[in-house]
């Protein structure tokens, strides 16, 4: 489904039931004298995601994976995130972790396990990567193109196209 660095959110781990995805651009205003504020774009601001789920330890899930997420979180790194679908989201750090117990056996062990995760993105560099990428794609299919330009140049007889 998902993996936070090795963390690998699975129905033998975690399985989350949802995905929430919060992203933000700064912008700045500037006052002027009769006439409405000057807004400068600043550039991006917070990309926050949240993952709700629960653990049903007799079904799906092992509790003591909140336990590893909550070590990751005590290392204060980031890690990287990436979707199954082989989307990469960027470096984030896991900013909140809660969890909700309920339906308790005897001995206190809890057969629900509610949580919400929270990751904030930390990376500067991805956006940059990901610009620099289609900056060579651009490149590439303009050589493509100029090559592709000469051969049917070449193939009329004409010159120089």
Known sequence: MLCLGLFVFQLDTLSYQELQRRSSWRHADQ???GARPASQ?????????????????EF???PV????????ADQGAAWV????????????????LQETRSLFYPNGEARRIE????LKRVDQDAQEAADQMLA???GDLGALLQDA???????LGVSGV
């Open 31 to 33: 006052q002027l004298v």
């Open 65 to 72: 994976s909140l336990s590893v997420l909550r070590l990751m």
């Open 41 to 57: 774009y600043l550039g991006p601001g917070d990309d926050i995601i949240t993952l709700t789920g629960v653990v049903l330890p």
């Open 136 to 138: 060579d794609s651009m």
């Open 115 to 118: 949580f919400t995760v929270t």
């Open 60 to 62: 799906a899930g092992q």
């Open 149 to 155: 330009a000469n051969s049917l140049g070449e193939s």
């Open 81 to 96: 995130l990436v979707e199954g679908t082989g989307t990469i989201y960027g470096a984030f750090v896991i900013t909140e």
